[in-house]
């Protein structure tokens, strides 16, 4: 380092970034202050920051001083207050003060010394840079400036970097940011900025994205939420794209033998933006290829790389952080660009739990990302371009494009925002989260499908899907103090229904899932049937053969779609209940079912009666379908073995014999998922009589049972449990049937073995909950949303039950 250089460290304005830390925010803001602490404190553990510098809210202040701003600001404000000037006019007119405005001599030398000295650290000259801003204010818990300030890529040469600087500044009184200011209540002139010049990392060759330490949209804080675009990162943050979304379980990343990833799903990705190639703009968009946008962007090591450092910085900081990623295309190296907490889940209590239900569904007009958990209504309010923006209707839906920060003031008045373009870690999502709005963003077409004036409902309360239908639909709230539920001594479950469900649960204090069925997640993930991808020849129709090479494109093998799609979502229904156990039933589609999948009707033949054809333990052994049972196999195995779940228990379903039950072990054993190997329990689904008349020999080879009672009350009274003649007769809560269920318990329990229920009747029917638990049960799983109502009542059926019991005993 020059002599020059070495005197520049020791003065007031400019600050390396391994000389500052979190502790610096008054000095250089917090988006400097925290790649200060990264680069300090956070390379020891892996995680690598590309190297720069600050200039410090000293050095702005003199900016201000050397130029005689301050009281042209105000004066400029007092107008805009008054009336006397509008805020375009008013930000307008602060801003050329600053592009007017001159360094002082000895801030420009400093930053030039250090501009060069960043130069000699690398070996280029005129080295690229990022200018980014950094807002004294800014990145603190109880707000997020969410891009109010400008960033300048690929800046060059000293000149460049000081222009950069100087626009930086003039940054700080963009429309938004003095929208932003008022609303949040900080003083304009409180507020100084720093400048943050940082090598720039060739992801415009590679690529870049956000992440998150938690659920953005459940709040459950033990997963890494990634999202990925290639090219420069603008185009995610700015959420002008679709991009890909990775999910890693962060608990299971301190053993390196797992690869805890619990979703990646392929994002459009249809633009990426990149450096210039001469002119005045440094950055440019354009297409990306039909590869790129069918391919993932970052491999499963990488994206395990990035959640190890998410969990890192997260661990370091004590709360859950958002944070910007990049890699370069030159060398392939990941890169963490910032780190800021995050603002909203953070704040939210884990004690209360407030769900959204929707009362009648009606026509789907458009579906997106799911922003928030609520619903919301009104007429759409459609603003395509942003000089429009004053046209919006308060209370209306806001529907346009994307959104950026000058889309702030009208999106806080807004009932609900939809988008066409971007994630979940997009502007729209993060504002709306922020604001207490729901959204669903990335419909791609809602601007053209929705007329202005429309009434619609949103709902972003089904999962990950979120949707808008049309009309003023009626929805319910209910808001529970989880802290006022009682304790059971059974294990009161839920059934999950599908993987982008999951997390909205994950709140509640549930011993576990006591049903996720496999079939759910094969319908909504997967849509093609398991035997078309094992025989693609075999599917005559050209139509579906094509849907099936456009699903599994990302694929060498059309086999490894199934295997991975349907790992990844068992193990997204395993991680929020980790490590309590989490019970996936085989699938038990029938036949009629099947055929309904894609490529379905080419494997399927026509059963009389499907209810009790060719479905559950006999496919599994059969040659029809032996080998798409080894699929299903292949993916449990992964999930226990290579993702990490050791909660997840395999049971089969529809098992009629004891006999049939021994071809399917042998057929598990055969993929290499043997019964107590690595702990692997093995349940069967107790919902024929043949399964209670010989309970003990069942017992014998299976870990624990299930009763499944609409299949049993269906084969106990004969009645089909479908038909609306007959639904009058269908009755769990019959003679015939509780007999059966108390006989089921009662040998369980001899056998040493437990038994719990996952059907319907004990969210249905209070009264049979009272039973199941004189009788002894050991779980009562329950769909999620009666869950809060049912637990009381199992509460009060065990103190009845100890009260007779202990008058019997008197």
């Given at each position: 380092m020059s002599a020059a250089a070495e005197t520049s460290l020791t003065n007031a304005n400019v600050k390396w970034f391994e000389d500052t830390g979190i502790t610096d925010i008054p000095s250089v803001g917090g988006k400097n202050a925290s790649l200060g602490e990264l680069s300090r404190a956070l390379q020891s553990a892996g995680v690598r920051v590309p190297e720069g510098f600050a200039t410090t809210a000293a050095a702005y202040r003199a900016f201000l001083a050397a130029n005689d701003l301050e009281p042209r600001i105000k004066a400029y404000m007092e107008d805009q207050r008054a009336g006397r000037a509008t805020l375009r006019q008013t930000g307008a007119a602060i801003r050329e003060l600053f592009l007017q405005a001159s360094f002082p001599d000895a801030i420009a030398a400093d930053i030039q010394e250090h501009y060069r000295d960043l130069c000699g650290r690398t070996g280029q000259a005129q080295m690229p840079v990022a200018v980014r801003s950094s807002a004294t204010a800014e990145d603190l818990p109880d707000a997020s400036f969410a891009g109010?300030?400008?960033?300048?890529?690929?800046?060059?040469?000293e000149r460049g970097v000081l222009d950069a600087c100087r626009r930086c500044y003039a940054s700080l009184f963009t429309d938004r940011a003095i929208s932003y200011r008022e609303m949040k209540g900080y003083d304009h002139l409180d507020v100084a900025l720093s400048v943050g010049v940082q090598r720039m990392v060739r992801s415009d060759l590679?690529?870049?994205?956000?992440?998150?330490?938690?659920?953005?949209?459940?709040?459950?804080?033990?997963?890494?939420?990634?999202?990925?675009?290639?090219?420069?990162?603008?185009?995610?943050?700015?959420?002008?794209?679709?991009?890909?979304?990775?999910?890693?379980?962060?608990?299971?990343?301190?053993?390196?033998?797992?690869?805890?990833?619990?979703?990646?799903?392929?994002?459009?990705?249809?633009?990426?933006?990149?450096?210039?190639?001469?002119g005045d703009a440094r950055t440019r968009t354009v297409d990306t290829s039909a590869r790129e946008r069918r391919s993932l962007v970052l491999s499963d090591p990488e994206i395990v790389l990035l959640a190890r450092w998410a969990a890192a910085v997260e661990r370091h900081y004590g709360r859950p952080m958002d944070m910007e990623w990049a890699k370069d295309g030159v060398t392939g190296d990941l890169f963490m660009v910032q780190a800021r907490p995050e603002t909203v889940q953070a704040r939210r209590s884990t004690s209360t739990f407030r769900t959204?239900?929707?009362?009648?569904?009606?026509?789907?007009?458009?579906?997106?990302?799911?922003?928030?958990?609520?619903?919301?209504?009104?007429?759409?309010?459609?603003?395509?371009?942003?000089?429009?923006?004053?046209?919006?209707?308060?209370?209306?839906?806001?529907?346009?494009?994307?959104?950026?920060?000058?889309?702030?003031?009208?999106?806080?008045?807004?009932?609900?925002?939809?988008?066409?373009?971007?994630?979940?870690?997009?502007?729209?999502?993060?504002?709306?989260?922020?604001?207490?709005?729901?959204?669903?963003?990335?419909?791609?077409?809602?601007?053209?499908?929705?007329?202005d004036g429309v009434p619609v409902t949103l709902s972003c309360a089904?999962?990950?899907?979120?949707?808008?239908?049309?009309?003023?639909?009626?929805?319910?709230?209910?808001?529970?103090?989880?802290?006022?539920?009682?304790?059971?001594?059974?294990?009161?479950?839920?059934?999950?229904?599908?993987?982008?469900?999951?997390f909205k649960w994950w709140r509640l204090p549930a011993a576990g899932v006591g049903l996720a069925r496999m079939e759910f997640i094969i319908n909504s993930l997967i849509r093609v049937h398991p035997m078309a991808l094992v025989h693609p020849e075999k599917v005559a129709d050209p139509q579906e053969a094509d849907l099936i090479r456009q699903l599994t494109s990302g694929y060498d093998d059309p086999q490894e779609y199934f295997v991975d799609m349907l790992a990844t979502g068992i193990a997204k229904i395993a991680a929020p209940f980790h490590p309590k156990p989490v019970i996936v039933r085989l699938s038990d589609f029938k036949s009629n079912e099947y055929s309904h999948l894609v490529g379905g009707r080419f494997f399927e033949r026509p059963e009389e009666n499907p209810m009790i054809g060719f479905r559950g333990a006999s496919r599994y052994y059969s040659s029809h379908y032996r080998e798409a049972f080894a699929l299903e196999c292949k993916a449990l195995k992964r999930v226990r073995e290579k993702a990490g779940f050791g909660n997840v228990i395999v049971m089969v379903p529809f098992c009629r014999t004891v006999g049939e039950a021994d071809q399917v072990i042998q057929a598990m054993e055969e993929q290499g998922l043997v019964r107590g190997a690595d702990g692997l329990q093995l349940y069967m689904m107790c919902e024929i009589p043949s399964n209670v008349v010989l309970a003990e020999e069942f017992a014998?080879?299976?870990?624990?049972?299930?009763?499944?009672?609409?299949?049993?009350?269906?084969?106990?009274?004969?009645?089909?449990?479908?038909?609306?003649?007959?639904?009058?007769?269908?009755?769990?809560?019959?003679?015939?049937?509780?007999?059966?269920?108390?006989?089921?318990?009662?040998?369980?329990?001899?056998?040493?073995?437990?038994?719990?229920?996952?059907?319907?009747?004990?969210?249905?029917?209070?009264?049979?909950?009272?039973?199941?638990v004189s009788q002894g049960i050991d779980s009562v799983s329950l769909n999620p949303d009666t869950y809060i109502r049912t637990l009381p009542v199992i509460a009060a059926a065990e103190a009845k039950a100890a009260s007779v019991s202990g008058r019997q005993g008197s």
């Open positions: 109010q300030q400008e960033t300048f890529l690929n800046v060059a040469g590679g690529a870049s994205g956000v992440m998150f330490s938690i659920d953005t949209e459940s709040g459950f804080p033990d997963v890494v939420v990634i999202s990925a675009a290639w090219g420069l990162g603008e185009t995610v943050v700015q959420g002008t794209i679709n991009p890909d979304k990775y999910q890693v379980f962060k608990p299971l990343l301190a053993d390196p033998n797992f690869s805890p990833v619990i979703e990646r799903a392929v994002g459009a990705k249809e633009r990426k933006m990149v450096y210039s190639q001469g959204y239900h929707l009362l009648h569904p009606g026509p789907v007009l458009a579906t997106g990302a799911a922003i928030g958990d609520a619903i919301a209504k009104g007429a759409a309010c459609v603003i395509r371009d942003a000089k429009d923006i004053e046209s919006f209707v308060d209370g209306s839906v806001l529907v346009t494009r994307m959104t950026d920060p000058d889309w702030v003031p009208v999106m806080k008045r807004a009932a609900g925002i939809i988008t066409d373009h971007g994630g979940t870690t997009s502007h729209a999502a993060i504002v709306s989260r922020e604001l207490g709005v729901p959204a669903v963003v990335g419909t791609r077409n809602a601007t053209e499908i929705l007329a089904e999962g990950e899907e979120g949707r808008v239908y049309e009309g003023l639909l009626e929805y319910s709230v209910e808001e529970v103090d989880m802290a006022g539920l009682p304790d059971t001594r059974t294990d009161v479950m839920i059934n999950i229904a599908s993987p982008a469900a999951a014998k080879r299976f870990d624990g049972f299930s009763i499944g009672s609409n299949d049993l009350t269906q084969l106990v009274l004969g009645v089909d449990r479908d038909s609306e003649e007959l639904a009058g007769l269908f009755d769990e809560r019959d003679p015939a049937v509780m007999s059966m269920i108390a006989q089921a318990i009662s040998k369980a329990h001899a056998a040493g073995i437990k038994i719990g229920i996952c059907g319907q009747g004990p969210s249905n029917h209070p009264d049979l909950a009272e039973f199941l």
